[in-house]
């Protein structure tokens, strides 16, 4: 990676000739174009300053050509007395420091400005006016005078969201565009300082003191993770740290420790994110507890988190998130996926309605070397493969292996509708396994069972369990036999908490494929 501050990286090991001056002349042009109508938002605000104040005005890629015409050949004069390592990477760095722009993170009022709203002339907005644009002006005011960018980015009106591919082309690049902009001004409206910030705090239940409602919506997830640089504003509009100490916070150990107490984020990802399909419930936890006005934006928001391409379906409803699971399983193959309670998916039962059928406080087990490991549940982490990675949505359901355990319904008790206790029996579980059974009652004859899912598989491709620190994390799954057809197949149950078990022994068996 190339040093944008840096004029240019020569190779004193290389002769600096170059063969054809024009084609490096071409390939600046290239990187710059592309740049341009690819990683940058389709309209951006220019910010002017006069004697009366602000004016600014919406400006499209071809403006942003045409004001920064002069770009390539500035890069040309850098470059060309030198051998430039990673020509392509370096040229585009480049072009990126000098193509900046701020980006604008926040809660959005009842009314903001649109793109309608917005002229293609300088425009002034005046002190008395309502809200909505009072806000966007002191975004514009801090990217200008605090952060020195002539151009601005904000999701109000900057799409024009009349038209589909517009918009569809907006939301599928918009981690991208948030991860591209020079800095990203977040404004909390709802916190006044620091201490106001210190005092924050998001439960289990998603519930906080006095949390400000930045830390509660969807999208701010992504706007949160994928810039470089962020700077948050408080209530008042003024920075939450001084600019004299930070420009950035994202390096700011003070307000990163804060908002990862609140967000469950680690500062490590606080610090530097790295979007792709790893770590789904402990990613899917940091959206669990936020909410979006449209239904179908709790999956589109999470595209740019989990480096997916989804088609954008307004209408579609819960679908959409159905949709970026089935696109994470792709890539993803790992147990730990299934790792969520609570209601399913309209569209398969072994899979989740939302994120906020992950649980707090589930972390990926790390995995050591086996001449590291210092006791037995270690070496068979190291030793033996977890769970079945070759998991797949069918048009038969969820192919999956498990190890399966039938099991014994004891008793019910605390039965209302639409919930009951299950005590369920298995000598092999060294306990009684006691679960909150969600949904419709099943009939007396039913037949149970419980698919252990992250089991450890011995050399002889069976599935086993032992005693560990940890419970092994389990599907409760029925079928009514008596009125099966013969097609019939075992159904995922829904269970207010995560079904976990402890061995009573060392138990091992063959591994049962099943269509869920």
Not at 36 to 57: C, M, S, V, Y
Not at 135 to 160: M, N, P, Q, V, Y
Not at 336 to 348: I, T
């Amino acid at each position: 990676m190339c040093d944008p501050y840096v004029h240019m990286v020569v190779d004193d090991c290389t002769s600096a000739s170059r063969a054809d001056d024009n084609d490096f002349k071409s390939l600046i042009e290239e990187v710059f174009d592309e740049y341009i109508a690819n990683e940058i938002p389709i309209r951006l605000i220019h910010i002017t300053k006069d004697t009366q104040g602000l004016n600014f005005k919406l400006v499209d890629r071809t403006f942003i050509k045409a004001y920064f015409k002069s770009v390539p050949n500035n890069i040309y004069r850098e470059f060309r007395n030198g051998r430039v390592v990673d020509a392509e990477g370096c040229i585009r760095e480049r072009v990126k420091a000098i193509l900046k722009y701020a980006i604008f993170s926040h809660r959005w009022l009842f009314s903001e400005p649109s793109y309608q709203d917005m002229k293609t002339e300088p425009m002034k907005i005046e002190a008395e006016l309502e809200p909505k644009w009072k806000k966007l002006r002191e975004f514009c005011r801090k990217a200008r005078d605090d952060h020195g960018c002539e151009f601005a980015w904000s999701d109000t009106c900057c799409i024009d969201k009349t038209k589909s591919a517009e918009l569809d082309e907006s939301i599928r690049s918009m981690f991208r565009w948030y991860r591209n902009s020079y800095i990203c001004i977040a404004h909390l409206s709802e916190t006044t300082d620091l201490a106001a910030l210190e005092r924050q705090q998001m439960d289990e239940r998603g519930d906080g003191v006095k949390i400000d409602v930045w830390f509660t919506r969807g999208w701010t997830l992504q706007e949160l993770l994928a810039p470089s640089q962020i700077k948050f504003y408080g209530k008042d509009w003024k920075p939450l740290v001084p600019l004299y100490d930070s420009k950035n916070d994202r390096f700011s150990e003070t307000i990163m420790q804060k908002i990862s107490k609140i967000t469950h984020i680690h500062p490590n990802d606080l610090k530097s994110f790295k979007p792709g399909t790893n770590r789904v419930p402990e990613k899917m936890l940091w959206a669990s507890k936020r909410r979006t006005t449209r239904i179908e934006d709790i999956a589109y928001c999470l595209i740019g988190i989990f480096d997916v391409s989804l088609m954008i379906a307004y209408g579609e409803g819960n679908r959409a998130f159905f949709r970026l699971m089935e696109e994470i399983m792709k890539r993803y193959d790992k147990w730990d996926v299934f790792f969520w309670s609570g209601q399913c998916s309209h569209y398969n039962a072994a899979l989740p309605y939302a994120p906020r059928c992950y649980p707090v406080g589930y972390r990926e087990t790390p995995v050591k070397q086996r001449r590291e490991a210092g006791n037995e549940e270690e070496l068979n982490t190291a030793s033996c493969e977890t769970g079945d990675r070759l998991f797949a949505l069918t048009n038969h359901g969820l192919r999956i292996k498990v190890l399966f355990l039938p099991v014994d319904l004891q008793h019910t008790r605390d039965e209302s509708r639409d919930s009951r206790y299950l005590t369920f029996k298995h000598a092999e579980i060294d306990h009684d396994v006691v679960v909150r059974h969600i949904g419709a009652k099943r009939e007396p004859h039913t037949t149970w069972a419980i698919a252990v899912l992250d089991y450890w598989i011995n050399g002889s491709g069976k599935g086993f369990i032992d005693s560990r620190t940890k419970p092994f994390t389990a599907f409760l799954l029925s079928m009514d036999k008596l009125h099966a057809c013969p097609d019939a197949r075992w159904k995922k149950e829904m269970t207010e908490k995560v079904v976990e078990i402890r061995p009573a022994r060392h138990y091992v068996n063959t591994l049962v494929q099943l269509y869920l």
